[in-house]
C-alpha cells in the first residue's frame, strides 16, 4: 500500500542553523515525491518536487531534498534556517505504478524556528 | 492570476444540512482533488477527478458526493452533515501525472 510518513510531529531549531525535516514513503512503482508549506490559515504552497535524475532536487526559499531510493526517504533541507520558515511542512508521494492518480500526504511537521 | 479558489471560505451547519463547496481552477487542469485535514491526520483524499465528467473515490469519501461537470470546476457536497465532517477542506489541481498539485485557500467548516 501507498503511503508516506513524517516521523516527527514537530522540529526545534534555532535561527542560523541547519534544518532537517524527515519523510519515508512507500510506492509500488517509482515515487514522485514532493515537498509543501502551509503558513496558518493559508492552503499548501508547493516547493520542491523530484521525478528523476540527481539526487539532491532544489526548490523555494533555498530549500532542498535528497532522494534515497536504498532507504526510501526523501528529507527536506536547509543549510541556515529563518524565523520565518517557521510553518507545518507537508512530504507527499505520486505513485508511478497503478495509482498514479493520487497523491499520498504525511500527516505533517511543525517546523519552529527560534530567534 | 487566480489559480484554484474555492467558495466559501467558512461556514457553519446544522446537524442534517446539506451544502455544497465549489472549486475553480484557470489553469485548465486535468486532475483535481478534494481533501479534508484534521489535526495530526494530515491530508486525506475524498474523492478526485482525472477529467471533465469523471469522478472517483479517495480515502474518506463516505458522506460526500462530487461532480466534475464542467473541467474547471469540482464541487463537493455534504447531503446531511454530521459533526465528524467538521473539518478544513482544501481543494487542488493538477495538470499531469508528475506534476506537482496547486491548492486553494481552504474552507472552513463547522458542524453542529
Known amino acids: 500500500a501507498q503511503s508516506v510518513a513524517q516521523p516527527e510531529d514537530q522540529v526545534n531549531v534555532a535561527e542560523g542553523n541547519p534544518l532537517t525535516v524527515k519523510c519515508t514513503y512507500s510506492v509500488s512503482g517509482n515515487p514522485y515525491l514532493f515537498w509543501y508549506v502551509q503558513y496558518p490559515n493559508r492552503g499548501l504552497q508547493f516547493l520542491l518536487k523530484?521525478?528523476?535524475?540527481?539526487?539532491l532536487v532544489k526548490g523555494s526559499y533555498g530549500f532542498e531534498a535528497e532522494f534515497n531510493k536504498s532507504q526510501t526517504s526523501f528529507h527536506l533541507k536547509k543549510p541556515s534556517a529563518l524565523v520565518s520558515d517557521s510553518a507545518l511542512y507537508f512530504c507527499?508521494?505520486?505513485?508511478?505504478?497503478?495509482?498514479?492518480?493520487?497523491?499520498?500526504f504525511g500527516s505533517g511537521t511543525k517546523l519552529n524556528v527560534k530567534p | 492570476n487566480a489559480g484554484v479558489t474555492q467558495t466559501p471560505k467558512f461556514r457553519v451547519l446544522k446537524t442534517g444540512q446539506s451544502m455544497t463547496l465549489l472549486c475553480a481552477q484557470d489553469?485548465?487542469?486535468?486532475?483535481m482533488y478534494w481533501y479534508r485535514q484534521d489535526p495530526g491526520m494530515g491530508l486525506r483524499l475524498i474523492h478526485y477527478?482525472?477529467?471533465?465528467?469523471?469522478?472517483a473515490k479517495g480515502e474518506v469519501p463516505d458522506g460526500y458526493n462530487v461532480s466534475r461537470l464542467k473541467k474547471q470546476n469540482f464541487l463537493l457536497g455534504l447531503e446531511s452533515a454530521a459533526p465528524s465532517q467538521t473539518s478544513v477542506y482544501f481543494c487542488a489541481s493538477s495538470s499531469g501525472r508528475i506534476t506537482e498539485a496547486f491548492f486553494g485557500q481552504g474552507t472552513r467548516l463547522t458542524v453542529v
Open positions: 477527478s482525472v477529467g471533465e465528467g469523471t469522478t
Open positions: 507527499a508521494v505520486r505513485d508511478g505504478g497503478d495509482n498514479f492518480n493520487k497523491f499520498y
Open positions: 489553469m485548465n487542469h486535468e486532475y
Open positions: 523530484y521525478i528523476t535524475g540527481d539526487n
